[in-house]
């Protein structure tokens, strides 16, 4: 072998021992436990986390169920009101509107003392950390909005607006409080349903009225029997009837546990997002739920789902394995998915 063909030999297996000691032994970096070797091929947060597109749009962060009563308020009570989202980290970041369901009223009374009421009411000063926590918009199309009768509702949506938050949607006449959004260049219209105590023909009116003016049509049903894991006919047919309506996007809430998504046409459909905030802590199902960023552009939507966990009255974010597992289990790989839809 000539002294050039030496020295190549020895510089590629000088390479292949580099490689190997690299590959093997060194750790990744903010790796404690895992070797990089396993890492290469775990999913990271920042793969399962598709970037959305930076450009034109708006960009939504829905949440399921919140309920800031009984045991979720005597823990606020005893750690403070910064308690039950302290870990939510960087989860509504880039997000333009942070939009949820709150389960109750709001009244001056504290009621903690009753632990097992199936009313629901919190006290002012609890609605400040759901602005704190970076809520825009909160739906009062529920079945617990009205648990202590009109005028409550009244008070309950002026103490909303009164910590700088947008409510919509009502127990009885959601299509008289349609909020009305424009950002990004997109024009965004936000209804509320209550199932148990709206007829979806109100709503189907409301929705056409909406869409005739070209505006992306956001439903955000409370809707079907609770603690079902797969959307029910009284989901799902009232879904197709909103869609051939006209709604863009249908977000779901009311079951307590996370449903079934899927694409209808080019419109998405989560059936339920499940809790996000409750003291529901009898199953594994309802101390855990699903958050969705969602880019509108005009050409596409993308959906970037996290799951969550409650313990303690307070909110988690999953590690990656775990939001993973519970991701596939609803058939969403990656915990995103992409849609193509034509502009308004």
Known sequence: MSHGGRLLTVACLLGVGLFFTIFFLLPAPNTLQVPYFLKVYLPQAADRLVPLPDNDGVTITFVGDIMLARAV???????????????????????????????????????????????????????????????????????????????????????????????????????????????????????????????????????????????????????????????????????????????????????????????????PVIYSLGNFLFDQNFSADTMRGLTVQIKITAGALGLNFTPISIVDAQTLLMTDAEALAVCNEFSLPDCYLSVARQSD
Not at 215 to 242: M, S
Request: hydrophobic letters at 45%; zero cysteines.
């Open 73 to 267: 308020e005597r823990t606020i009570v005893a750690n403070g009101t910064a308690w039950p989202f302290a870990k939510l980290g960087e989860l509504f970041t880039g997000s333009d509107l942070v939009i949820g369901n709150l389960e109750g009223t709001v009244r001056d009374e504290r009621n903690i003392e009753v632990v097992n009421q199936m009313v629901f009411d919190t006290t002012p000063a609890n609605v400040t950390l759901l602005a704190a926590a970076g809520f825009t918009h909160l739906s009062l199309a529920n079945n617990h909005t009205d648990d202590y009768g009109a005028q409550v509702t009244l008070d309950t949506r002026q103490t909303v607006v009164d910590n700088g938050i947008q409510p919509f949607g009502d127990p009885f006449e959601s299509e008289n409080f349609i909020v009305r959004e424009n950002i990004g260049g997109v024009s965004l219209s936000l209804i509320g349903f209550h199932a148990f105590g709206q007829t979806s023909e109100e709503i189907i009116d409301a929705i056409k009225a909406e869409e005739a003016q070209g505006r992306f049509v956001i439903v955000y049903p409370h809707w079907g029997p609770e603690y079902i894991e797969t959307a029910p006919a009284t989901e799902v047919l009232p879904a197709a009837a909103f869609i051939q309506a006209g709604a863009d996007l249908i977000v779901g809430a009311h079951p307590h546990v996370i449903q079934n998504v899927e694409i209808i046409g080019d419109v």
